[in-house]
Structure formats: structure tokens, C-alpha cells
RNA sequence: CGGGGCGUGGCUCAGCCUGGUAGAGCGCUCGGUUCGGGACCGAGAGGUCGGAGGUUCAAAUCCUCUCGCCCCGACCA
């Protein structure tokens, strides 16, 4: 490819709305440009980028017997209706009607549609198990897009779905998946670690997430360096010490704290509490669904006054009270100022759970056999003490609520926990039989008897791949890309191209290489050595083979290494060879399994 | 949706507070000099100042509405 008319429109500048740096790069290389917020044209050099991810992740899945399919991205509602998942998506869903009224959305992911397929033509247990995937333009009307190609509306996912008979097989295709993945990520330069996450509005028993440690990234994972546990902040457990309440005699006692709202107000109010010593109760929405109709729940949130709510366990353990009768929660979110009043007859800041009967009460585990505590009185400007929490309020659910925190004990070992921010690149799902069962997809046993299908459900974003590779990835000068995701192997740039024998001698390299296979970007623009060498930089193509006058005079040309940032002179004469080998390698390092 | 910020040549921005007929740097075109880390000189092209309405003799500037984009909190690959 000459450069002189390939379209590679770099920045001298950082673009104005560009807050990350893989975002900063990706413009500023000439790699996408924005055409609305979350959504993004691939320029050639990305794109390029885009299709060797893709291959990879092709490779691995079709090594552990996957079968590309490619689904429409435009999709009925009906599927989506019978899933229940029309409601659960909400706003996130891009929806539209079609000229006669029909209601059609934009998939978000595919296991709807898959399992359509998989009902009308899966009728034996003979025929399991399957893998089926896709790489696919998946669309999701973010809240918020943000940070290049970090958080969009519109991206492309692989997306895989396993079909097995029974758990056990479930089992063995998720290990397949997983292994998958982590070759999948080695083979892209990516550093990752696999946490436990939760499964949110995609159902089922189990999941991991692939996580690349960035400050760009969006979620939290504590992690212990002693053991290796990991998970993501919305499902990690942690150790924290005792508190010894003392007396057990002590009975609930109202007094007056005009003006104290908050948790931190009480710990300095003349006869207060510290907050570990104090309830801190929340007022949540539950909603959930049944076909068309949406019913909200009131529930209560109790935790101890120093520690934070966590609303993704919050949500699991309203599930837990709402799932019954064909109800399905889809959504919990605090209660608004006027609803708390209405249930609880008084305002926020003097909230307590004792006496209510008629709101479920979740209560956080650190709250269990806690006494002498204090929380509001349910009455404006009054709170109670004395409180023996078993005693004196009625629990619905005792489950984990809270946030970890850095520096808490790990959950598994003596270790203490890390939280850190980090990127989701992938998402594997042990789906179970929440679709089958819902969508009617079952095969006959050996046994002659009807079985729901067993899933599991897989995803990678391709664009988080690229940008994660890049936040990884750079230095000063621009992106630095890891061989197996580059544009290009290797750029030739001779630095004067009106000297006729640099330029007959780079034509030559170029050619030779081309017609090897050798994937070589082939810089003749007529521009100055410092904008070639900063736009080849910015790039990041992996190796440059600059030639310039001095050195081309003693029979040499220059081999730079853009990752070591090292330069190394060699012969003319040797450069299609070096070249070659240093590619060689440079793949090499990257494909060798290390996991 | 709540909070904050920004929309002025292709890019980065100044001008706005205190209304007076639109600027700089980079980029682009042409000519010349230069040529190993984003050169220099000269000459040019290029802007409905996001949009609509209003105030005014006069609006990029003041007022109202609206659209878009970015950032911070509730969703996910």
C-alpha cells in the first residue's frame, strides 16, 4: 500500500472532545472519526485492524467447532416479546415500526434470535451439542457513550451460543469458550484477568468477564494478590472485622435530632452513634414484569451506616422476592422523595426499618446480630437506639448488599483485597434453560423424553479489543499495536523521496515484500523526514525500515523496533530477510499459548 | 434523566463580559529556498459564527427557545 494515496488522515493536534487516550489515538492517527455521539465510521487503517481481530477470534472459535452464522440485525419483536426481554432492555433497546405499524428493534445481542432458530430445527438430543456464533453490528442506546470506542450504540460483538443436552455439557462448552477466549486475548497482546461477574438482564447461573486493568475502563475488580481471587466490585464478597455491640439488654429508645439527615450528621449529634454503629436504611423500587404489565415493589435496603450499597446485589436479592407467578424483576431504583414519604411517613434522613410490616426488609450480612444500634425513627427529626436488629426488625432476606472496598480481607484467603478499574472485553454466560424454557426450544432425550436446551452464551466486543490494545499499548508518540492486530507489518519510509536512489531502492524493498506477502505500508509521500517518522510513530506499525541518505551511502538502512524503540542499522542487502525474521518472531510471541 | 461545559474556515482556539460589519496558529493551493524527528519566505483559497425567534440603527457578542457534542452520577461487549 502506498501512503501517498491511502487514506490515513492524521491529527497534528488532540481532537477537543477526546478524553482517553485510545480514543485521542484512534482520531489522531487516522483511524475513525465520529459521525454521531457513540457512533463511529472505521477508516481504512482501522478497519484493517478490525478484520485481523475478527480473523483471530474466527480461528479460535471455529477451533473448538464453532459454525459462523450471520443473523439479521433487524429483528421482530415477537422473539424478543416471548423472551420478556422486550421490557427488561427498556431505553436500551433501539426500537422502530415498520410502514404497517410493526414493531421491530435493532438486536443488542442474539440469543433470542439463535434460539428461534434452534426450536424450529433442534429436535434430538443427537444433534447436541452445537456451537453456533456470529460477528455481527450489534446496536444499544447507551445513557451515555463515552470514550472513543470504549462505550457506543453501534459495535460489532462475537457473539457464540452453546447448545447441550444437560449441565454437565453446558459445563464442558463454557470451558471451551473460556479457553477460547484467553487464547483469543494472548494472540491480541491483551493483559487481562478473568473475574466473576454478575449476570445481570442476560439471566442464568454463572459468568466470567475478561478484564483488562486501564484506568479508561468502567468497572471495578478487587482482586487478591495472594490467591488470585477476582471479581467484579457488583458480585465481590470481603472479610471485615467484628463489632462488639456489648450490652443485649437495651431496648429501642426514640430521641429528638432536629436537623440530622445523614449518617454522617448522627455521628456527631450529642448522643449519636458512629456510623458502623448506625443502620442505614434505603427505600428501592422494584419493578418487574409479566407479558405487558408492570408491577413495582416497594422494598427496604438496610446496611450498616458506613457501608455502601451495592444496587447490582440489591437487584439479585429483589429478584429473589418478586420472581414468583410469572413476574420477572427488571429493574430496581431508589424511590423518589415523595413515594418514601408515602410509605414510610417520613423523609429520607430519618428512615428506620423497625415496626415496618408492611415493605420487605433486605438486610446487608454485616448487619447480622448487631445491637445497640441506632436508625431513624420513621418520624422527621427522630431516631432510635437500642436497636437489637434480629429483635427488633422483621428481615425478609439477610443476603451481601455492600460494596467491597479496597483493603478489606479477601472472601477465600488471609489476603487483603485490591479494587481497581478495569475494561470488560468479554462476557461468558451459563445461560441454562432461561430461553429454552421461555422460548419453547427442547429435544428428545435418549430416553424419549422432552428436554429444554441447556445454554450458554458468549460475547467479545471487537472495537473494545482494538481500543484496549491501544490503552495498553502506547507511548508519547502515538499507538504502539501489537503485530497480530497491526494494519500493517512493517512501513518503508525512505526519507527523501526526490533522491532517485533512496527512491529506487525503496521501490525495490516495497515490491520485494509485496509480492512475499509481506504486509508493508510504503511511505513515498514527498514530505519531510520528521512528518514521516511522527505520522509511522502515531501508527504504530510494529517495524520501519527507514532510508536515509547518510546511511544508504554505506550500504545500510535503518531497522526500528517501534515496541523496544530500538533502531538497529543493517545491510541493504539483508533487509527483506531481517525483516521477515523479526515478523517472525514478533507473531511467534504472541501466538505461543501462555495460559 | 439530573449536574457541569462547549458549539466561530478542515483541525486547535481567540474574539462574546463592555454590540459597530470576523481573527491567529496549524492544515490546504501556487511559486521559491530547504530536506533524518511535524522547515522558511512570498502569494492565495476557504467561515449562513450550530439553528430559529426576539431586542437594537446595528448581534458571533444581549434575551428566549431549540439542536448537537463532551465531561461527572444510574447500563454493558
Given at each position: 500500500m502506498r501512503w501517498s494515496n491511502y487514506f490515513i488522515p492524521t491529527l497534528r493536534e488532540d481532537p477537543a472532545d477526546a478524553e482517553v487516550i485510545s480514543h485521542k489515538l484512534l482520531l489522531r492517527a487516522g483511524l475513525i472519526r465520529q459521525l454521531a455521539a457513540g457512533i463511529y465510521s472505521y477508516l481504512p487503517v482501522a478497519q484493517r485492524s478490525v478484520l485481523k481481530i475478527s480473523q483471530i477470534i474466527r480461528e479460535e472459535m471455529n477451533a473448538i467447532g464453532g459454525q459462523e452464522f450471520f443473523l439479521p440485525a433487524l429483528h421482530p419483536a415477537e422473539p424478543w416479546q416471548e423472551s420478556g426481554?422486550?421490557?427488561?432492555?427498556?431505553?436500551?433497546?433501539?426500537?422502530?415500526?415498520?410502514?404497517?405499524?410493526?414493531?421491530?428493534?435493532?438486536?443488542?445481542?442474539?440469543?433470542?434470535?439463535?434460539?428461534?432458530?434452534?426450536?424450529?430445527?433442534?429436535?434430538?438430543?443427537?444433534?447436541?451439542?452445537?456451537?453456533?456464533?456470529?460477528?455481527?453490528?450489534?446496536?444499544?442506546?447507551?445513557?451515555?457513550?463515552k470514550s472513543g470506542l470504549l462505550r457506543v450504540r453501534q459495535f460489532t460483538m462475537k457473539d457464540a451460543y452453546t447448545f447441550d443436552i444437560d449441565a454437565s455439557g453446558l459445563d464442558r462448552s463454557f470451558e471451551d469458550q473460556r479457553r477460547a477466549y484467553c487464547r483469543i486475548y494472548d494472540r491480541c497482546g491483551l493483559d487481562y484477568v478473568i473475574v466473576d461477574a454478575d449476570t445481570g438482564a442476560m439471566g442464568g447461573s454463572a459468568s466470567n468477564e475478561f478484564m483488562v486493568y486501564t484506568d479508561a475502563g468502567e468497572d471495578l475488580v478487587a482482586s487478591c494478590a495472594q490467591c488470585g481471587y477476582a471479581a467484579n466490585t457488583e458480585k465481590a464478597a470481603s472479610r471485615i472485622p467484628e463489632i462488639e455491640d456489648g450490652d443485649a439488654t437495651l431496648e429501642p429508645e426514640k430521641f429528638p435530632t432536629p436537623g440530622v439527615r445523614t449518617i454522617e450528621d448522627l455521628t456527631t449529634f450529642p448522643g449519636g452513634a458512629e456510623a458502623s454503629r448506625q443502620i442505614?436504611?434505603?427505600?428501592?423500587?422494584?419493578?418487574?414484569?409479566k407479558g405487558n404489565d408492570v408491577q413495582a415493589t416497594p422494598v427496604l435496603a438496610l446496611?450498616?451506616?458506613?457501608?455502601?450499597?451495592?444496587?447490582?446485589?440489591?437487584?439479585?436479592?429483589?429478584?429473589?422476592?418478586?420472581?414468583?407467578?410469572?413476574?420477572?424483576?427488571?429493574?430496581?431504583?431508589?424511590?423518589?422523595?415523595?413515594?418514601?414519604?408515602?410509605?414510610?411517613?417520613?423523609?429520607?434522613?430519618?428512615?428506620?426499618?423497625?415496626?415496618?410490616?408492611?415493605?420487605?426488609?433486605?438486610?446487608?450480612?454485616?448487619?447480622?446480630?448487631?445491637?445497640?444500634?441506632?436508625?431513624?425513627?420513621?418520624?422527621?427529626?427522630?431516631?432510635?437506639?437500642?436497636?437489637?436488629?434480629?429483635?427488633?426488625v422483621a428481615v425478609a432476606q439477610w443476603t451481601d448488599l455492600r460494596t467491597v472496598i479496597e483493603g478489606e480481607g479477601c472472601p477465600r484467603c488471609e489476603g487483603t483485597l485490591r479494587v481497581a478499574k478495569a475494561l470488560e472485553v468479554g462476557h461468558i454466560f451459563k445461560l441454562g434453560t432461561k430461553y429454552s424454557v421461555s422460548m419453547g426450544a427442547?429435544?428428545?432425550?435418549?430416553?424419549?423424553k422432552e428436554t429444554p436446551i441447556v445454554m450458554g452464551s458468549y460475547g467479545i466486543g471487537v472495537e473494545r479489543i482494538?481500543?484496549?490494545?491501544?490503552?495498553?499499548?502506547?507511548?508519547?508518540?502515538?499507538?504502539?499495536?501489537?503485530?497480530?492486530?497491526?494494519?500493517?507489518?512493517?512501513?518503508?519510509?525512505?526519507?527523501?523521496?526526490?533522491?532517485p536512489e533512496l527512491k529506487a531502492t525503496a521501490d525495490r524493498i516495497y515490491?520485494?515484500?509485496?509480492?512475499?506477502?509481506?504486509?508493508?505500508?510504503?511511505?513515498?509521500?514527498?514530505?519531510?523526514?520528521?512528518?514521516?517518522?511522527?505520522?509511522?510513530?502515531?501508527?504504530?506499525?510494529?517495524?520501519?525500515?527507514?532510508?536515509?541518505?547518510k546511511k544508504f551511502k554505506e550500504g545500510k538502512v535503518e531497522f526500528y523496533d517501534r515496541a523496544a524503540r530500538r533502531a538497529e542499522d543493517i545491510a541493504v542487502d539483508a533487509t527483506f530477510e531481517h525483516t521477515g525474521l523479526r515478523i517472525e518472531q514478533a507473531f511467534k510471541r504472541l501466538n505461543t499459548p501462555k495460559h
Open positions: 426481554r422486550w421490557s427488561v432492555m427498556g431505553d436500551n433497546m433501539f426500537r422502530l415500526k415498520d410502514r404497517k405499524g410493526g414493531d421491530y428493534c435493532l438486536g443488542m445481542t442474539h440469543e433470542e434470535i439463535f434460539t428461534e432458530i434452534a426450536r424450529r430445527e433442534l429436535r434430538s438430543y443427537k444433534q447436541l451439542p452445537q456451537v453456533w456464533y456470529q460477528i455481527q453490528t450489534k446496536f444499544r442506546d447507551e445513557l451515555r457513550p442505614k436504611t434505603l427505600v428501592y423500587v422494584a419493578v418487574a414484569n446496611l450498616r451506616g458506613d457501608h455502601p450499597l451495592n444496587e447490582a446485589k440489591l437487584s439479585n436479592a429483589a429478584a429473589r422476592l418478586v420472581n414468583r407467578d410469572g413476574w420477572e424483576l427488571t429493574s430496581v431504583r431508589a424511590a423518589h422523595a415523595e413515594e418514601i414519604f408515602e410509605w414510610m411517613g417520613a423523609n429520607a434522613g430519618s428512615l428506620g426499618a423497625v415496626g415496618v410490616t408492611k415493605l420487605p426488609v433486605i438486610a446487608d450480612e454485616a448487619l447480622r446480630g448487631r445491637r445497640n444500634m441506632t436508625t431513624g425513627a420513621n418520624e422527621d427529626d427522630h431516631h432510635l437506639r437500642g436497636v437489637n436488629i434480629e429483635r427488633d427442547s429435544v428428545l432425550t435418549a430416553e424419549g482494538l481500543a484496549a490494545a491501544i490503552e495498553l499499548h502506547h507511548d508519547e508518540a502515538g499507538i504502539i499495536f501489537p503485530i497480530t492486530i497491526a494494519p500493517f507489518h512493517v512501513v518503508v519510509s525512505p526519507l527523501n523521496v526526490r533522491d515490491r520485494e515484500m509485496l509480492s512475499a506477502g509481506v504486509e508493508v505500508l510504503y511511505d513515498d509521500r514527498d514530505e519531510r523526514a520528521g512528518v514521516k517518522l511522527n505520522d509511522a510513530d502515531l501508527v504504530g506499525i510494529p517495524f520501519r525500515i527507514t532510508i536515509g541518505a
